[in-house]
């Protein structure tokens, strides 16, 4: 049976990282083998999901916020093969719940814009970031 907990309790840190491996995302820590900077990025994070189908980690996503003005959500992955079931949907329903009293944002990755579309975000007018590396995700 599929579950979704928020928090890292019996977290499977391996398992959190071959999710991760597997969906390509995390990938400048996970190619240089800094599993320690992801363990301490999800234990900082004001609130982690994880998707369980029993004992195995299917999924996960996470939210950094102060809990009063703002959230930002990264790392939403759910394994290829559970993926298109409805998983992330839960995850993000997870992640969100509570947290209608404050703006979120977040960006997808190219080709899941609509994902999140699909569960009610919409497109920032105004939204910049700055990276310190070069992205296909800025304009000029
Ligand atoms: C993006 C991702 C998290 C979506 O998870 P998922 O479990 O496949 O999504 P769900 O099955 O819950 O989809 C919910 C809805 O969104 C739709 N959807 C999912 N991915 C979509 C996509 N890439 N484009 C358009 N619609 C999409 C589903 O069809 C479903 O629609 P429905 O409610 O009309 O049936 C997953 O594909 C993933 O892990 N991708 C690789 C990692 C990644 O790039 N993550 C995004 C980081 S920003």
Redesign the pocket.
Known sequence: MISYKVGLENIQWDKLFDLYKR???LKRFIENNEYHKIQSAFKNSYKVVIAWDDEKLI?ACRMISDGICYGSVF????LPE??????????MNTLLEGEDYIPIH????F?????YK??GFKRHKTAYSKYPWETIYTEE
């Open positions: 969906v390509g995302l999924g790392d939403v992955g759910v559970y993926q298109k079931k409805g998983v992330g949907k839960n995850l977040l960006t997808a990755t080709g899941n814009e609509d994902f699909k569960i």
